[in-house]
């Protein structure tokens, strides 16, 4: 869903056009074979180095491969740019779901096989969620080309480890050198809806592209660009205009109600993904879910779950207030939540509402005409 050409700024076109439509990088070993080892410096990476970088681990000389070494109980991590979850093993649609299945993945291609609703609808049910590029998981089962894993910064009450579903091994990555960076280096979070990784500060050597929230280690910087370690790969740069650096360790800000409507709003237009938690789709709670977890405010992944299991503060209808979220169930007065928006004002929610159409803001009341409105949630915010 995003459109790229072989440049770093291509993130800053217009929004809707970068989320929507587009083409597949480079794998990431391919990148990683074209930027330079660990142990090599480029002139510019000295002029300013991110702070505490130096407590990187050094990357191997030989680079892992994705899919070898995963065993049950091992800690992995995402080496394509979203990788998505599968209730079963091998139940994707030939043809239609081959681009997402791979390394590197083409998501934009597998958005094109779907553009009728009735194809893209198929996926509810068959899908759990997605992970970003980087992602840490851990591995439960191996079947065949199957990894069966859990999502370890997706909260759900179903695994207190994270959230569960099969992805294909091909996807994954064990890279001791990647952890230990992820665990003390400084960090960028990616901003821009959507950038490219590339082998150079300056943008040559494209590589897979990267959604945006996605969070990678820091190993340097220069004027323009910064460098990240890349999970089964070298190291890559991102332009620096695109993301975000942070102390390991270190919480963005808390936001203000309107900096959450503000992420949101970058999104419209974008069309429906079930179980999609990046810039090339979302569904309903993947939705919500990315916004507050991109501002540092975890909650839990599923709707029914943000309501009852967050620990959020439960809203009256009439009290409602810019920002919170409400629920709908899946049938007037039912126990069952199948639907997550948020409130902004005058009777008005920004969703991401089903297979047929894209993120929106439209009227509460016309939304929910039959009265399945299940009540409300706030997050505390600044201000």
Same mark, same amino acid.
């Given at each position: 869903?995003?459109?790229?050409t072989?440049?770093?700024?291509?993130?800053?076109?217009?929004?809707?056009?970068l989320?929507?439509?587009?083409?597949?990088?480079?794998?990431?070993?391919?990148?990683?074979?074209?930027g330079?080892g660990?142990?090599?410096?480029?002139?510019?990476?000295?002029a300013?180095?991110?702070?505490? =970088?130096?407590?990187?681990?050094?990357?191997?000389?030989?680079l892992?491969?994705?899919?070898?070494?995963?065993?049950?109980?091992?800690?992995?991590?995402?080496?394509?740019?979203?990788?998505?979850?599968?209730?079963?093993?091998?139940s994707?649609?030939?043809?239609?779901?081959?681009?997402?299945?791979?390394?590197p993945?083409?998501?934009?291609?597998w958005?094109?096989?779907m553009?009728?609703?009735?194809?893209?609808?198929?996926?509810?049910g068959e899908?759990?969620?997605? =992970?970003?590029?980087?992602?840490?998981?851990?591995?439960?089962?191996?079947?065949?080309?199957w990894a069966?894993?859990?999502?370890?910064?997706?909260?759900?009450?179903?695994?207190?480890?994270?959230?569960?579903?099969?992805?294909?091994?091909?996807q994954?990555?064990?890279?001791?050198?990647?952890?230990?960076q992820?665990?003390s280096?400084?960090?960028?979070?990616?901003?821009?809806?959507?950038?490219?990784?590339?082998?150079?500060?300056?943008?040559?050597?494209?590589?897979?592209?990267?959604?945006?929230?996605?969070?990678?280690?820091?190993?340097?910087?220069?004027?323009?660009?910064?460098?990240?370690?890349?999970?089964?790969?070298?190291?890559?740069?991102?332009p620096?205009?695109?993301?975000?650096?942070r102390?390991?360790?270190?919480?963005?800000?808390?936001?203000?109600?309107?900096?959450i409507?503000?992420?949101?709003?970058?999104?419209?237009?974008?069309?429906?993904?079930?179980?999609?938690?990046?810039?090339?789709?979302?569904?309903?709670?993947?939705?919500?879910?990315?916004?507050?977890?991109?501002?540092?405010?975890?909650?839990?992944?599923?709707?029914?779950?943000?309501?009852?299991?967050?620990?959020?503060?439960?809203?009256?209808?009439?009290?409602?207030?810019?920002?919170?979220?409400?629920?709908?169930?899946s049938?007037?007065?039912?126990?069952?939540?199948?639907?997550?928006?948020?409130?902004?004002?005058?009777?008005?929610?920004?969703?991401?509402p089903?297979?047929?159409?894209?993120?929106?803001?439209?009227?509460?009341?016309?939304?929910?005409?039959?009265?399945?409105?299940?009540?409300?949630?706030?997050?505390?915010?600044?201000?």
């Amino acid at each position: 869903m995003s459109t790229h050409t072989p440049a770093c700024r291509l993130t800053r076109r217009d929004g809707l056009r970068l989320a929507a439509t587009g083409t597949a990088g480079l794998a990431v070993a391919g990148l990683g074979a074209a930027g330079l080892g660990a142990g090599q410096a480029l002139a510019d990476d000295s002029a300013a180095p991110a702070a505490n =970088a130096g407590r990187a681990a050094a990357r191997p000389t030989t680079l892992p491969e994705p899919g070898v070494g995963l065993t049950p109980g091992s800690t992995a991590h995402v080496a394509v740019t979203a990788t998505t979850l599968w209730v079963e093993p091998g139940s994707n649609r030939p043809g239609i779901d081959d681009p997402s299945l791979t390394n590197p993945v083409d998501l934009d291609a597998w958005n094109a096989s779907m553009q009728d609703t009735e194809t893209r609808k198929w996926l509810t049910g068959e899908l759990e969620s997605q =992970a970003v590029l980087g992602s840490e998981v851990i591995v439960d089962e191996i079947d065949g080309d199957w990894a069966h894993i859990v999502v370890t910064a997706q909260g759900t009450p179903r695994d207190p480890r994270g959230y569960p579903g099969w992805v294909p091994t091909v996807q994954l990555v064990v890279d001791e050198g990647f952890a230990q960076q992820s665990a003390s280096a400084p960090t960028a979070t990616v901003t821009a809806l959507t950038s490219t990784l590339t082998g150079t500060p300056s943008g040559n050597h494209p590589g897979i592209d990267v959604s945006f929230d996605t969070i990678l280690p820091v190993l340097g910087r220069t004027a323009k660009a910064v460098k990240v370690a890349v999970p089964g790969g070298r190291h890559a740069y991102l332009p620096a205009d695109d993301v975000v650096v942070r102390e390991h360790g270190e919480q963005p800000p808390l936001p203000t109600v309107e900096d959450i409507v503000a992420t949101g709003e970058r999104f419209l237009g974008l069309r429906y993904l079930w179980a999609g938690v990046s810039a090339y789709g979302f569904d309903c709670s993947g939705f919500t879910y990315t916004l507050f977890h991109h501002h540092g405010i975890s909650i839990d992944r599923d709707a029914g779950d943000q309501m009852d299991h967050s620990g959020l503060e439960p809203v009256e209808r009439d009290d409602l207030q810019r920002g919170d979220l409400v629920f709908f169930a899946s049938e007037p007065g039912g126990d069952s939540i199948r639907h997550v928006a948020l409130y902004i004002g005058d009777d008005l929610i920004m969703q991401a509402p089903n297979a047929a159409r894209s993120v929106e803001i439209m009227s509460l009341t016309e939304y929910d005409p039959i009265g399945e409105y299940a009540g409300a949630r706030r997050v505390a915010l600044a201000g």
